[in-house]
């Protein structure tokens, strides 16, 4: 069993709700705990972003962590992988690296990944799955995946809508070191045309519709 429920959880309370996730507590915000489950369906048991392509050792960005599932159920298969999880709402954060304090291959950084370094905002949205990057919010960070420079094998992005603006900040690392990438293909009208025309502008990879839960593109280089 990948969760379970902890004795009245289920009761209301003032800050969050808390779960085990793989035999860990699990913070999740306020009103999340259905999020949570619909998480970890997808991500776990349907393993959406399919992390059997990631292998020992190798290196993870994770671009919208959220809570962390993703970035713990990576860390619990492959424990000598190393993973740089990203997520710039700062509510979510909060949770995000109470959740990851279990897993010292996880690291945690509050801000966003895009296409250059900036100063942007993150609007929030009635659950922490949909918050965005828009005008008028929270004021965060922008980094980019270039400017880690380090050798990435796996980029996970569910980032709604901004993933473009992470793979032109990703260029140089993808030219380099060619990760398997698995980002989401439905936030934007044109996204499952302008994705992977994108990307095979920066590097020559094939790239797979998949819709084992919402659209994701898994791409491989070729």
Not at 8 to 26: D, E, I, Q, T
Not at 73 to 83: D, S
Not at 180 to 206: F, G, Q, R
Request: proline share 6%; with cysteine.
């Amino acid at each position: 069993m990948f969760y379970i429920l902890r004795p009245g959880s289920m009761r209301p309370r003032k800050y969050n709700s808390s779960v085990r996730l793989f035999g860990h507590p699990f913070v999740a915000q306020l009103g999340e705990l259905s999020n949570f489950l619909d998480f970890v369906y997808q991500i776990v048991y349907r393993n959406q972003y399919h992390i059997d392509l990631i292998k020992e050792n190798d290196i993870v960005v994770d671009a919208g962590a959220n809570m962390g599932i993703f970035s713990i159920f990576v860390a619990v298969k492959h424990p000598h992988a190393t993973i740089y999880a990203f997520e710039p709402t700062p509510s979510t954060f909060t949770a995000l690296k109470e959740n990851v304090k279990y897993y010292p291959n996880i690291k945690v950084f509050n801000c966003g990944l895009g296409e250059r370094e900036k100063m942007a905002s993150v609007i929030t949205a009635s659950g922490s799955g949909g918050n965005y990057i828009g005008e008028g919010g929270t004021p965060i960070e922008i980094k980019t995946i270039d400017g880690l420079n380090i050798p990435v094998d796996f980029i996970k992005m569910d980032v709604e809508g901004y993933e473009r603006n992470i793979l032109k900040g990703a260029a140089e690392t993808i030219k380099k070191y060619k990760p398997i990438i698995a980002m989401s293909a439905y936030h934007k009208p044109d996204d499952v045309t302008e994705l992977p025309k994108l990307l095979n502008s920066i590097a020559p990879y094939d790239c797979e519709l998949h819709h084992d839960c919402e659209e994701d593109f898994i791409c491989k280089p070729k």
